[in-house]
């Protein structure tokens, strides 16, 4: 044990239990004790502590914290000068990235960024959004919102700058997405410091190893069979590989066992073929981890 501990920082909030599963997933235990800002985590060499996305980056920038989890917009928001690690394409809904959009109510004459010229806009992002006006050539009142700007519309702002996965938020309170303002995922990110500390660099890239390959094992499945000497190539024709299956030989004369990892949503569709190409006792499993 070389006494060394890198203080991490964990989302807190809506990103927190979809981050919590990602590192068991990637072989880490993490659990949240009520009321307490530091979770607890079976590694020794890591101290975590539960921090907001939208100040992950801030913290991270000056030291405080020698790495963490936090969205690319909020890098952006605050201007932070941080090493982006690896991106992490997980969410509190789906893999999809989230979006800062420009959203006006549905009966707005607003049809363009354009048209917010001397307009009120409300949102979060302040900076995002000014950085936004600021390329498009248009100046208009932009304030912070602490919280429910979908209702902010059209009493309180001509038009909104929110974040939405699904955009049903927005629907639900008849907003009109404009424009996309920017896409964000999740991002490992160091601070210069830590960066330059050789044991810190090596510990943040095996936990962005371990990360990446629980995400990426995360839409794949292991494929096992056997299969006759004489149609194996018809076998591996069906197979769409991550790299190339595994064949050993059995115990059996004239027989091979394959090994393959295969996207988990493609099975069903080849499944039948590797049976009509030869295959059999065809096995499914799960993997924890795929490292590329």
């Known amino acids: 044990m070389s006494g060394n501990v890198l203080k991490l920082g964990i989302p807190a909030g809506s990103l927190q239990e979809s981050t919590a599963q990602l590192f068991r997933r990637a072989g880490y235990t993490i659990t949240f004790q009520s009321?307490?800002?530091?979770?607890?985590?079976?590694?020794p060499e890591l101290s975590c502590v539960l921090i907001r996305a939208q100040e992950m980056a801030r913290y991270v920038e000056q030291g405080v914290i020698d790495a963490g989890i936090t969205g690319y917009d909020w890098i952006?928001?605050?201007d932070a000068q941080v090493v982006e690690v690896c991106e992490l394409v997980y969410s509190k809904v789906?893999?999809?990235?989230?979006?800062?959009?420009?959203?006006?109510p549905e009966d707005s004459p607003?049809?363009?960024?354009?048209?917010?010229?001397?307009?009120?806009i409300a949102t979060e992002a302040v900076n995002l959004t000014r950085r936004y006006l600021q390329r498009h050539g248009v100046e208009a009142r932009i304030e912070f919102s602490w919280g429910a700007t979908e209702v902010k519309p059209p009493q309180l702002a001509d038009a909104i700058v929110e974040v939405t996965e699904t955009g049903s938020s927005l629907r639900a309170n008849k907003l009109r997405i404009v424009d996309t303002v920017l896409v964000s995922t999740?991002?490992?990110?160091?601070?210069?410091?830590?960066?330059?500390?050789?044991?810190?660099?090596?510990?943040i890239e095996d936990l962005a190893l371990l990360l990446q390959?629980?995400?990426?094992?995360?839409?794949?499945?292991?494929?096992?069979?056997?299969?006759?000497?004489?149609r194996l190539e018809q076998v591996l024709a069906v197979l769409p590989a991550l790299q190339r299956p595994t064949i050993s030989s059995l115990a059996e004369p004239g027989w091979v066992?394959?090994?393959?990892?295969?996207?988990?949503?493609?099975?069903?569709?080849?499944?039948?073929?590797?049976?009509?190409?030869?295959?059999?006792?065809?096995?499914e499993f799960p993997l924890n981890k795929v490292i590329e």
Do not use: C, F
């Open 35 to 43: 009321r307490s800002y530091y979770p607890q985590i079976d590694d």
């Open 76 to 78: 952006v928001e605050n």
């Open 94 to 104: 789906s893999r999809r990235p989230v979006r800062w959009v420009l959203a006006v």
């Open 110 to 120: 607003i049809q363009s960024v354009k048209d917010l010229q001397g307009k009120r």
């Open 186 to 203: 999740p991002r490992l990110i160091a601070s210069p410091a830590a960066w330059e500390d050789r044991w810190k660099r090596g510990k």
């Open 213 to 230: 390959a629980a995400i990426t094992a995360e839409t794949k499945v292991g494929l096992m069979m056997n299969v006759p000497q004489e």
């Open 257 to 283: 066992d394959v090994l393959a990892i295969v996207d988990e949503h493609i099975v069903r569709d080849i499944v039948p073929k590797l049976k009509q190409a030869g295959a059999q006792g065809i096995v």
